[in-house]
C-alpha cells in the first residue's frame, strides 16, 4: 500500500491506469529568435514601447517549438475557411502520429479500443476529430466517442480525468484520449492586443495520445477535481472574430496562481485526505516562466520541483491543452511517478487536478 496515499490503493481493479503514453509535434520548427521577429514585424509599429514588452520572449523559457505552417505564414493575413482547412487536415495528421506511438507503446491493437475522448480548442471540426481518426485509423465502428471543445489549456488534465471516469464506468475497457492543439493557426497578424503578444511569445502546436484503462500496468489515477472561479469569464479564452480565433488572456493570471490557487488545491486534497507535503512529482501545465515561479513560491516542490515542466517549456513551448501530457512524458522517462499531482489552468477561470500513483 502507498505510504503516502492511505486508503486509496482499494480495489486496485477499479483504478484506471495510464497505459501508455506518447507525443506527436509537426515538422516546421520556430526558434525564439524567430518569434521576437514575428512580434517586431506585427507590433513594434504600433508600439512605440515594444522594447519593453521584447523580454516577454527573452523571459518566456523557451528556445523552440513546432508550428503546423511555414514561418512565413505567420506574417501574413488569413480567412476562417484557410485556417479551418489547415487545421482539419494537420490536426488529424497529428492525432494519428501520436495515437500509433500510443499503441506501439502499449502493445495493444486499434479493434481493442472500445473508446475516444478526443480534445481540442483550436479549430473547430463537425465530423469531429474522433470521427476523423476513426476513418483514418479503420477503428470499430462500434466506438464509443466524446469530442470535447473550450477546455484550452486544461483539456489534457480535464481531459484525462473525463476519460479516466469513462474507463471505470465500464471495467476491462480501452480509452484512447487524443488532446491536440494548433495554436499557430491562430496568430492573427493585425491584431494589435497585448495578449497577442504574449500569445506569439508563447505558443505552438503538439498532440499526445494516452491509452486508459483498468487493466494492465502504468501509473493510476486515483482522483480528479476542477474548480471554477467566480466572475472570470474574461481571464483565459477565444473572442471569436471575423478571420479567427482572438485570444483572450489576462496579465493577472500569474497573480491568480499566487492569490487564489492554494485555497482549491488544497480543498481537492484534503477530500482524499492529503495535503502538498504528502506529494512527491508535480506535473503542472507551463503555462509560463511567471506562472511556474508563481506556482514555485506558493507549493516549494520537492525536487525535481517544476523541472519537467521547464523542460518542455524550453524545447515545445505552451501547445495549449497538449502541454502537460508532454510534462507527464518527460517525467515518467525518469522512472515511475508515485505520489504525483497533474494541474492545468484553463478557461472559465478554472483549474484541473488529477492525483496519480504508480501501485506496482
Known amino acids: 500500500m ?34 521576437l521577429h514575428l512580434g ?34 505567420l506574417f501574413e493575413d488569413h480567412r476562417w475557411k484557410e485556417r479551418s482547412d489547415l487545421y482539419l487536415e494537420a490536426a488529424v495528421n497529428l492525432a494519428e502520429e501520436a495515437t500509433r506511438n500510443c499503441l506501439a507503446k502499449s502493445g495493444l491493437t486499434l479493434d481493442q479500443i472500445d473508446g475516444i475522448v478526443t480534445v481540442s480548442s483550436t479549430g473547430f471540426a463537425t465530423p469531429s476529430l474522433d470521427a476523423h481518426l476513426c476513418e483514418r485509423l479503420d477503428l470499430r465502428r462500434d466506438i464509443k466517442r466524446l469530442p470535447v471543445f473550450g477546455l484550452g489549456c486544461a483539456g489534457g488534465v480535464t ?5 479516466a471516469e469513462l474507463a471505470k464506468s465500464t471495467p476491462g475497457s480501452n480509452w484512447l484520449l487524443v488532446v491536440v492543439e494548433l495554436c499557430s493557426l491562430t496568430f492573427r497578424a493585425h491584431d494589435k492586443k497585448k495578449a497577442n503578444i504574449i500569445a506569439t511569445a508563447l505558443f505552438g502546436d503538439g498532440a499526445a495520445a494516452a491509452i486508459v484503462g483498468t487493466d494492465g500496468p502504468g501509473p493510476a489515477i486515483v482522483a480528479s477535481g476542477e474548480h471554477i472561479w467566480p466572475a472570470s469569464l474574461r481571464v483565459m479564452g477565444w473572442d471569436i472574430e471575423d478571420d479567427g480565433f482572438g485570444v483572450l488572456f489576462s ?37 509560463g516562466a511567471k506562472v511556474l515561479d508563481a506556482l514555485d513560491e506558493k507549493i516549494h516542490p520537492p525536487a525535481p520541483g517544476f523541472t519537467h515542466a521547464r523542460n518542455v517549456m524550453k524545447n515545445f513551448g505552451n ?42
Open 2 to 35: 502507498s505510504a503516502k496515499f492511505p486508503g486509496l490503493r482499494g480495489n486496485l481493479l477499479n483504478h484506471p491506469k495510464i497505459r501508455a503514453l506518447a507525443t506527436a509535434v509537426p515538422q516546421h520548427v520556430m526558434t525564439q529568435s524567430d518569434a
Open 159 to 163: 481531459g484525462l480525468a473525463r476519460a
Open 251 to 287: 496579465r493577472d493570471i500569474p497573480t491568480i496562481v499566487r492569490n487564489e490557487l492554494m485555497d482549491p488545491l488544497n480543498s481537492f486534497l484534503a477530500q482524499h485526505n492529503k495535503t502538498i507535503t504528502d506529494l512527491d512529482n508535480f506535473l503542472f501545465h507551463p503555462g
Open 319 to 360: 501547445m495549449s491543452a497538449p502541454t502537460a501530457l508532454f510534462v507527464f512524458d518527460e517525467a515518467i522517462s525518469h522512472g515511475p511517478l508515485s505520489n504525483a499531482l497533474m494541474g492545468a489552468l484553463g478557461p472559465g477561470f478554472s483549474a484541473s487536478f488529477v492525483l496519480l500513483e504508480d501501485f506496482s
Open 40 to 73: 517586431q514585424s506585427m507590433f513594434a509599429e504600433h508600439f512605440q514601447n515594444f522594447g519593453r514588452f521584447a523580454e516577454a520572449y527573452s523571459n518566456a523559457g523557451i528556445e523552440k517549438r513546432h508550428i503546423c505552417v511555414p514561418l512565413e505564414w
